[in-house]
T-cell receptor
Framework: SQQGEEDPQALSIQEGENATMNCSYK?????LQWYRQNSGRGLVHLIL?????REKHSGRLRVTLDTSKKSSSLLITASRAADTASYFC???????????????FGKGTKLTVNP | EAQVTQNPRYLITVTGKKLTVTCSQN?????MSWYRQDPGLGLRQIYY???????DKGDVPEGYKVSRKEKRNFPLILESPSPNQTSLYFC???????????FGDGTRLSIL
């Protein structure tokens, strides 16, 4: 079953507005990562947040992590048309359980920023 | 420029005709992996490699083979492709198994 689930599946906003995407996961993790995918292209790593961190910023991106709720959010402030893309979270569900180490990706949130 | 290069980018072929998708990275990464991306199913790992001559199955390895003879290259082989392998394929590399992944631009395969 999917470890990370993004919510909403799709989001449409106007340029200048903020966009918030959420990721929920099931098991303990060491870190959580967010990626962006422009249509038909490869995923691009945006930010990594460790389990002992609560918030991290990178430019217009703000990521929060709540390990008690097993959830993370990605906030894009002052969105631009160029932010139109799909956004994925990735977790490492087995890292603390002695299993094989690998990232598990969610199905993504498709963000459309209208000019 | 740091990059992961996949070839070909697009391929239409027929059932049963062996094909290889190449993947090369120039970042001296030890970890490489292959994913397929399908609508509604997200990104699923096919195979991964933690170093030269060390490969292991991911979540959906059936019908695929890989090899890792050199650190920089990690080809994906479809010995007898079938229509259910029609998909968008991505190669990725990273310094560590759980670190930030660098993805190639993808290979869109259509098996008729």
């Amino acid at each position: 079953s999917q470890q990370g689930e993004e919510d909403p599946q799709a989001l449409s906003i106007q340029e200048g507005e903020n966009a918030t995407m959420n990721c929920s996961y099931k098991t303990s993790i060491n870190n959580l990562q967010w990626y962006r995918q422009n249509s038909g292209r490869g995923l691009v790593h945006l930010i990594l947040i460790r389990s002992n961190e609560r918030e991290k910023h990178s430019g217009r991106l703000r990521v929060t992590l709540d390990t008690s709720k097993k959830s993370s959010s990605l906030l894009i402030t002052a969105s631009r048309a160029a932010d139109t893309a799909s956004y994925f979270c990735a977790t490492d569900p087995s890292a603390t359980q002695g299993g094989s180490e690998k990232l598990v990706f969610g199905k993504g949130t498709k963000l459309t920023v209208n000019p | 420029e740091a990059q992961v290069t996949q070839n070909p980018r697009y391929l239409i072929t027929v059932t049963g005709k062996k094909l290889t998708v190449t993947c090369s990275q120039n970042m001296n990464h030890e970890y490489m992996s292959w994913y397929r991306q399908d609508p509604g199913l997200g990104l699923r790992q096919i195979y991964y490699s933690m170093n030269v001559e060390v490969t292991d199955k991911g979540d959906v390895p059936e019908g695929y083979k890989v090899s890792r003879k050199e650190k920089r290259n990690f080809p994906l082989i479809l010995e007898s492709p079938s229509p259910n392998q029609t998909s968008l394929y991505f190669c990725a590399s990273s310094l560590s198994t759980l670190g930030p992944q660098h993805f190639g631009d993808g290979t869109r395969l259509s098996i008729l």
